[in-house]
Structure formats: C-alpha cells, structure tokens
C-alpha cells in the first residue's frame, strides 16, 4: 500500500496546476490531504466523488480556510474527526481503510501574529497526548500531515536565521523530541540520516523553490506495526514545483492482503 501526505494548498488551485497528473504519476492506495480550503461541492463535478475514490471530508467551519481529507482506493470507515477537542478548523481526521489506520492532521501555523502562536501552542498541548492511543495499536498506524514544524536545524535550510520563527522555536522543537520519544518514526529523518533535507515546503518568496532551500515540515510518523511494514518512503520534490509549495510525502507500506 502506498500512503501519501500532501498540503495542497487550496485543492481547487491544485486542480488547475496538476494535481490529477500527479496523483497518476504516484499513484497513491492513500493520500492525506491538508490545507484543502474548499466545501466537496464546490470543487468540479467530476472531482465532487471520483468514481475510483472513497473520501473522507473535513472541512473548517470557515469557507476557503483549512480542513484536511482522506482518500482512498478501498473503502473508508471513518473513525474520528478532531482530534478529542472542537475542530472548527478541520484540522484532524481519523480513518481505517484495507487494515491500516491514518490520520491526517494539519497543525496550526503560528506565523501571522501571536493569537495564532497562542492557538498552535494550545493544540500541542493535547495533540500529543492524543496521538498516543495509538502507538500500542497492534492496528498499523499512520500519522501524515503538515505539523508546521521543523524539528532539526538539518530540517530547513536558514536554521540560525529561523531561530526564533514560528515553526522552530524551541519549546516546539522540544515538543517533537517528546513526540518521538513516545514512539512515533519520522520514517524519512530514519531513511536519511544526517543530511540537510529533504525538504517538504519552500517559501514562495526569491528563489527558495527552485534553489531548494525550504523547511521539512510535512512528515509520516509510524506507529511500531506499521513501522514493521515499512518497504520504502521518500519525498517527492515534483509535486512541491508544480501544483503546491508543499511536496508530497510517500511511504509504502506492507498489508495483509
């Protein structure tokens, strides 16, 4: 099974620049959606229910703002939207499909301004705790998402200038020690060792796309089944120039059938 996470930034601008071709190319069993920003009805016709396609939606309150979605191939059976608390931003969603379980989370941005630092510190505050329900499943377990943070100064490209941006503050990289620390794989950190990148999300601003100079803060955290499943993962760089400023994240995994 072949499991991907994917900011689309917008999915009805992603549709424009790509997205279809893309998720051809990949060819995703499952694919974790963030930053989708668009209620299923005012997407296309013919992108509303895709006939080889079982979605779960959960868009924010707030029109063109947020929301996460899951997508399959089999069928979905949806297991929770939030992540234990209100979720007006439609920032969670939890389903199981052909055995595995995955969650798509989209964790808050603290950049714009100090209210919103204040509310992504509130949910790192009970997200992890959260999470770890998960980690003695013996059901195989996949955490995909934008968590809005890079965890290591190998995780984005200016470390010292970013020192005390939102995204790689200390108390937050902390809170990713402690996350892992827990159980959780960040399955790409493990694959690549001790180099800069890959990174996942380039700023628009300059040439940080094009140079690769951007931030690794899209992961799949693995519980231990699945991490026992695991056969490949990597990042996908294509996705990140041409349809989003965030590239998709791939794992494939080992299932049953």
């Known amino acids: 099974m072949r499991i991907a996470t994917w900011n689309v930034n917008g999915l009805r601008a992603a549709l424009r620049k790509g997205y279809g071709d893309h998720l051809e190319r990949i060819n995703p069993d499952v694919l974790l959606l963030q930053e989708v920003r668009a209620l299923p009805e005012q997407l296309p016709a013919d992108w509303q229910n895709p006939e080889e396609w079982d979605i779960a939606w959960h868009p924010a309150e707030k029109k063109g703002y947020s929301g996460t979605a899951i997508w399959a191939k089999d069928s979905l059976k949806v297991e929770e939207r939030g992540a234990g608390e209100p979720d007006p931003e439609g920032r969670v969603v939890v389903a199981r499909t052909n055995g595995i379980r995955v969650v798509s989370v989209y964790l808050p941005s603290g950049s714009s301004s100090e209210?919103?630092?204040?509310?992504?510190?509130?949910?790192?505050?009970?997200?992890?705790q959260w999470s770890s329900k998960f980690l003695k499943s013996k059901i195989p377990t996949v955490l995909g998402g934008d968590l809005n943070i890079a965890h290591h100064e190998r995780d984005l490209y200016y470390a010292k200038g970013n020192a005390k941006s939102s995204?790689?503050?200390p108390h937050e990289r902390a809170w990713m020690d402690d996350l892992l620390n827990m159980?959780?794989?960040?399955?790409?950190?493990?694959?690549?060792?001790?180099?800069d990148g890959p990174y996942s999300w380039w700023s628009n601003r300059g040439q940080a796309r094009a140079l690769d100079r951007g931030w690794r803060i899209d992961y799949l955290l693995l519980n231990k089944a699945a991490k026992q499943r695991l056969t490949d993962c990597h990042i996908d760089r294509q996705s990140g120039l041409e349809v989003s400023d965030h590239a998709m994240v791939i794992a494939d995994i080992e299932t049953d059938s």
């Open 115 to 128: 209210a919103r630092q204040a509310e992504k510190d509130r949910w790192l505050n009970f997200f992890a």
């Open 167 to 169: 995204g790689f503050l």
């Open 183 to 195: 159980g959780w794989n960040d399955v790409i950190r493990e694959k690549y060792g001790e180099i």
